[in-house]
């Protein structure tokens, strides 16, 4: 039996020439005399398939080794199959790389325009910070979108037949560098694969462990440096290829103008033409710098004046958004002037975006928060109504009900359960802190606490309702308990603190649906992204929450020196400022609706097992705001069938949770309050 590989070596002799000697040595083979050994021939009957497998292996590694070498490669069908691998590659890599950096960017800019605007600096001293970060803010835009773009261009090239045409061609063009030519493949490919495996191999060695996703995550980072570098490339390209046209245009008017002195100006038609071209470079030059100058001194002017507090909004979106808007039209306007070629649909698409964003979220801000400043006019309607004369604590079916409903908070060594505190209890603490002042909040509290165990409740301290996280502490005497009740968003600095802390993440939620974004990225990076653009860090002013964690630690000194238990309950962004007060005192908590803090734990100064070791959430159906990052702790959903903003309400928390745990107290639910009304219906 002939193999494959002897019929390939006579082919090859064929084409040398070497038809009659191939001829002569089977001749000799067939007549030789071991040839009719019958031993040999059931020998090589039974290996043939093996020897023909290897040696077809041996043949195709040869050709293809040949084929390489050749510079044929690409030609052939391995090649193909590379070549297809490599453009799927490059088209998903290319799609992740985008996502990430328009999420990163549009997600910084937004919580760093919203620190800004929600009083990041507001004394004097911070006017050289917030000058400097609100001229950044639209720099660091324009360059962030162009990189985008770039990375647009990389992916749709790496796309085309063979791959990554255009980025060689170019190098070798406006480098000069023909003997490129024939090694460009090779480079360009080359570090495209090795990379991102050298960063996958390093991210597994500093875990100490081999994991697929820790692989997969370094890999993904690889190909994200790798596209960086090839837009970095791109960069350079087409600044050398703007010098050098600059320059040939240069030479083509002295070399024009020479000619024309010898020839004495006979063509009108052509020195009209240069005299244009000659014009175009200084007079975009100079009306693009001075387009981009007004902008900076418009920022200038803004930034000053909202240091001072001489700010006013404009039909409802802030000075600060107007002028970052007004900026991003200047540098775009300028740069299609100069670099025409650097910009295309996606730099515009990102700029479109982040001014939408921006003046949507400016204009929710300013207008939908209510006014702090004007009080009711009359006391509010309580949820829970004193409970029927003989009726102090009684056991209550837990049948059918929420696992928390059984859980109870109070100092240790208090067994008496009526002097513990339920959810409802801790849920009605933090909606007593949205209302007006002291005196509305006492009432509620004499309304919803009279004729039960915790009638002694005092109200020791309300704080200012214009501070962003304001806090009111509940002191029970009799349960030797003090509760740190955290408001939510009530006012537009609580709503620019909820965007500072979580614009990047819900950037990154919202691209994560259209590309598994999240799951891909490691948590530990995607927690570093978060912090990255805190500006009151950088800038070295006190965190937003700086003032609640103060008020907490001290009071948590307070009731280490008296022997009470210090407990800790917010709603929505109080929700988010309970658990830094949780993590911090290591105190007891319950939130209800708050935001997540598994990805800005890191700049919270949060960890996962502060959380789970202290602290609840309620979490109702359909409620969109617990649905901002992921949530840390131990979680307890409850029903909600109303839209997405009246199931945030903690007044429909409340009177769930009463409907469904019902009350030791005997406290009966209010039968004039329309919430509570819906909820029994059902709605």
């Not at 308990?481 to 603190?497: K, L």
Request: proline content about 4%; glycine content about 8%; overall charge negative.
């Amino acid at each position: 039996m002939q193999s494959d590989y002897g019929r390939l070596s006579r082919e090859v002799k064929l084409v040398d020439g070497d038809a009659e000697s191939d001829a002569e040595s089977d001749a000799e083979e067939a007549n030789a005399p071991w040839a009719t050994c019958s031993v040999r021939v059931a020998c090589r009957a039974a290996l043939a398939p093996a020897c023909d497998a290897i040696e077809h292996m041996l043949c195709v590694t040869t050709d293809c080794l040949g084929q390489c070498c050749a510079g044929s490669f690409w030609g052939s069908r391995l090649g193909h199959r590379y070549m297809v691998s490599l453009q799927l590659r490059l088209a998903y890599f290319g799609c992740v790389t985008f996502v990430t950096g328009a999420s990163i960017l549009l997600g910084a800019l937004l919580q760093a325009t919203f620190s800004m605007e929600g009083g990041a600096f507001v004394y004097d001293t911070a006017a050289v910070p917030l000058v400097v970060s609100l001229v950044m803010l639209p720099a660091g835009l324009w360059a962030g979108a162009i990189y985008l773009d770039e990375v647009c261009d990389v992916t749709m090239d790496g796309m085309k037949n063979p791959p990554l045409e255009g980025l060689r061609r170019a190098t070798e063009e406006v480098l000069g560098l023909e003997a490129f030519s024939s090694v460009d493949e090779y480079v360009t490919f080359g570090t495209f694969e090795v990379l991102p495996l050298i960063l996958a191999l390093s991210g597994c060695v500093n875990e100490g462990r081999f994991g697929f996703h820790i692989f997969l995550a370094g890999y993904i980072e690889g190909a994200i440096v790798w596209f960086s570098l090839a837009v970095v490339a791109r960069l350079f390209l087409h600044l050398i290829g703007w010098i050098t046209s600059v320059r040939m245009m240069q030479d083509a008017d002295v070399s024009s103008a020479e000619e024309q002195d010898e020839e004495q100006q006979d063509n009108i038609v052509d020195e009209h033409q240069q005299d244009k071209v000659v014009k175009w470079k200084l007079e975009d030059l100079c009306a693009s710098f001075g387009f981009c100058g007004l902008a900076m001194v418009v920022l200038v002017v803004v930034a000053l004046c909202h240091v001072h507090g001489y700010s006013r909004s404009f039909l409802n979106v802030s000075p600060i958004v107007l002028s970052l808007v007004f900026a991003m039209v200047m540098f775009s306007w300028s740069t299609q002037r100069v670099l025409p070629k650097l910009i295309g649909l996606p730099y515009y698409i990102l700029i479109v975006l982040f001014v939408l964003l921006a003046i949507g979220l400016s204009v929710y801000h300013n207008h939908s928060v209510e006014n702090v400043d004007t009080g009711p006019s009359s006391m509010p309607a309580p949820i829970l109504h004193p409970p029927p004369l003989g009726i102090s604590f009684q056991e209550v079916s837990l049948e059918g009900s929420y696992a928390i409903c059984s859980m109870t908070w109070g100092k240790p060594g208090v067994d008496t359960e009526a002097k513990r505190l339920t959810v409802l209890d801790l849920a009605m603490l933090s909606g007593a802190v949205y209302n007006y002042n002291a005196t509305v909040v006492e009432f509620l509290l004499d309304q919803e606490y009279g004729d039960t165990a915790l009638q002694d409740v005092k109200l020791e301290h309300l704080d200012d309702r214009n501070t962003v996280g304001r806090w009111g502490i509940f002191y029970f005497p009799s349960s030797q308990v003090r509760v740190f009740a955290i408001r939510g968003t009530a006012t537009s600095d609580d709503a620019m603190a909820d965007a500072d802390l979580f614009a990047t993440i819900q950037i990154m939620q919202f691209f994560d649906k259209i590309l598994p974004l999240l799951s891909i990225l490691p948590v530990e990076l995607v927690q570093s992204f978060v912090n990255a653009f805190d500006l009151r860090r950088m800038w070295g002013q006190t965190s937003m929450w700086s003032n609640v964690l103060k008020a907490a630690l001290e009071l948590k000194a307070k009731c280490d020196a008296d022997g009470t238990q210090m407990l800790v309950t917010g709603h929505s962004l109080g929700g988010t400022l309970a658990a830094i007060v949780s993590g911090h005192t290591k105190s007891p908590g319950l939130a209800l609706s708050p935001p997540g803090t598994l990805y800005t734990s890191q700049r919270l100064g949060l960890t996962q097992d502060q959380l789970e070791r202290n602290f609840a959430i309620i979490q109702p159906d359909h409620d969109i705001v617990p649905q901002v990052d992921l949530q840390m702790g131990m979680r307890q959903r409850i029903r909600c069938a109303a839209k997405a903003l009246d199931c945030h309400s903690p007044e429909r928390t409340l009177c769930e949770l009463r409907m469904n745990c019902g009350d030791p107290r005997g406290r009966p639910l209010a039968t004039d309050n329309g919430i509570c009304k819906s909820v029994a219906e059902g709605h």
